[in-house]
């Protein structure tokens, strides 16, 4: 058996389709989304990701802001351009990029962003409307995850699926929304001992822990379907997933390959938050 590659290139860009057309009904009612982005510090990671997401607002016609701010920026200043940000009647989408330089609180950070302008699906009430099931913003590459397995018409009804990580924007959310969607879930982790013995019984795998390769193909039941989050660099520098693809693949029914899989959801569905915060402002 051979896998089934999911194309989260190619998914990515059907819903950026359908997000133009929406952007343009929007724009014909006199609103156009607008996105602002915070960027604080010189992590040379934040600042691509950063042009990325200003590339892909201008892509689909989504009004984009960035703000760059040195490393040595007070938290005060930021909270005001926060609460700046909070009031802008243009702006319906805030992000503040993370990491942020260790004098600066990042939960101080995301609790001062409206929850309505949270595209990113950080903020605690975000997070608390999605636990008891309520529509919210949810956690892009989490919510990228859940529309991408829709998208390839793999429903997790039913399923077992095995989320390997726990943190705050993946493994959790991602564990909340498989529930939303009826599945049985199991959270691993750094810690779980025997972690081969819950990933075998698994009907579907979000790796996301961060560790080159560290789910082989012993590790899943054949016909599993696994998404890998994971975003590292093998001994030879080579971007790569936290599951070995190469030996996985034989034994998965779907797998998503790293780059090109889960990577362009996470963008894709920060546009797509926007266009909804947007779409509030005219109900």
């Known amino acids: 058996m051979t896998a089934a590659i999911i194309d989260g290139k190619a998914i990515a860009a059907d819903i950026r389709t359908g997000l133009k057309e929406e952007i343009t009904a929007l724009s014909d ?61 243009h702006i319906h989408g805030i992000l503040v990029q993370l990491p942020l330089p260790a004098h600066l609180s990042e939960e101080k950070v995301i609790d001062a962003i409206v929850p309505e ?29 859940i529309k991408m397995l829709e998208h390839e018409d793999i429903s997790l009804e039913g399923k077992h699926v095995v989320v390997v990580g726990r943190s705050n924007i993946v493994g959790k959310p991602a564990a909340l929304l498989s529930l939303q969607a009826h599945a049985t879930v199991t959270v691993c982790h750094s810690r779980t001992e025997n972690l081969s013995d819950y990933t075998k019984q698994a009907d579907v795998v979000i790796a996301a822990v961060g560790r080159a390769k560290f789910l082989k193909k012993e590790d899943f039941k054949p016909g599993a379907v ?45 546009l797509y938050n926007t266009v909804q915060s947007a779409k509030q402002k005219i109900r």
Do not use: W
Request: proline share 5%; charged share 25%.
């Open 29 to 89: 009612k006199g609103v156009t989304p607008g996105l602002a982005v915070v960027l604080v510090g010189d992590d040379q990671a934040s600042h691509t990701y950063v042009r990325n997401k200003e590339k892909a607002c201008e892509q689909v016609g989504i009004h984009s802001e960035v703000y760059r701010y040195p490393a040595d920026l007070t938290e005060e200043e930021l909270l005001k351009k926060i609460e700046e940000l909070n009031q802008a009647e």
């Open 226 to 270: 696994i998404v890998d989050v994971g975003m590292n660099r093998d001994e030879n520098g080579k971007l790569c997933g936290d599951v070995d693809f190469e030996s996985a693949k034989e034994t998965a029914s779907a797998i998503t390959p790293v780059p090109g899989g889960v990577g362009p959801m996470t963008i894709t569905m920060l």
């Open 117 to 145: 302008k949270d595209v990113d699906g950080f903020h605690p009430v975000n997070v608390g409307k999605m636990v008891i099931g309520k529509e919210a913003f949810y956690s892009c590459t989490p919510y990228g995850i």
